[in-house]
């Protein structure tokens, strides 16, 4: 009696554990993932500004997704390398691509600006219109009448004309027991000015007692540079003889008027004159 023959089943062999393989193959594995998050956080960030190299950054994800998906069968590292490299030259192509077909950007004018509105022209300079410097109108002077004046208002008069002028130190002394300094004050050279203020009237005009009490007090006891007999209203010629000898500068109506407008010279740049002229 014949036995039938089994058929003998062929011993699948097992494969061997390959270190080699296998380390190849995850670190592989490592780079992809890795390449595929760099690409997801790239692709947000530049899909707002070019939305062209996102596209490109997607297909190289999808790239390395597909060759993911392969890895269950042996796969050689010369073929995921030839793989990927040709994802990353259609991605590049698809950029390049992308790029070209985007809208050219506005052309930059070369002319400078504001050459229309000041007539120049390309490749001049421009004329730049310089702001039109208005002159400053010229202080008005206000006219003092000094002759309404009371007697303490004409000292301050003066004092405040003497700080105009550049004067320093420049204070009102004037009052009982003055000895005949009503206003003293330093000049910009440093020497001392000494004033005497005579509020007058027309009719009254300054005497020679006058000057002779202000000259035995103005250099002796004041220790003045200069000194300086000022009034509203006029000297006679006695006052000015005296004035004369002594070195006294005496200021009239009409030159006090001129200093105030600034159109004669300051007493204490000036040097007693003969009677009757006042101070130079």
Known sequence: MAVPARARRTARRSRRFELRATALYFALLAVILALVG??????????????????????????AFMAGRRGKRRISAARIARRAALALDDATQTAVEALDAASPAPAVSLVPAGAGAYGGCLGTDPTIPLPETVPEAPVAMVEIAYE?????????????????????????????GDLGADVVARTPDGRSVVIQCKRYCDGNRVGSQDLQRFGGTCFTVHGANVAVVVTTSDFTAPALDYAEQCGIVCVDGPQLHRWQEDAGPRPWEAQPSAAGDGFA
């Open 148 to 176: 309404a004046l009371d007697p303490d208002e004409f000292e301050e008069a003066v004092a405040e004309l003497c700080r105009r002028d550049g004067c320093l130190d420049v204070e009102v002394v004037g009052g009982a």
């Open 38 to 63: 760099a690409a997801a956080r790239t692709a947000a960030a530049a899909a707002v500004h070019r939305p062209a190299w996102a596209v490109a950054l997607a297909l190289v994800g999808v790239g």
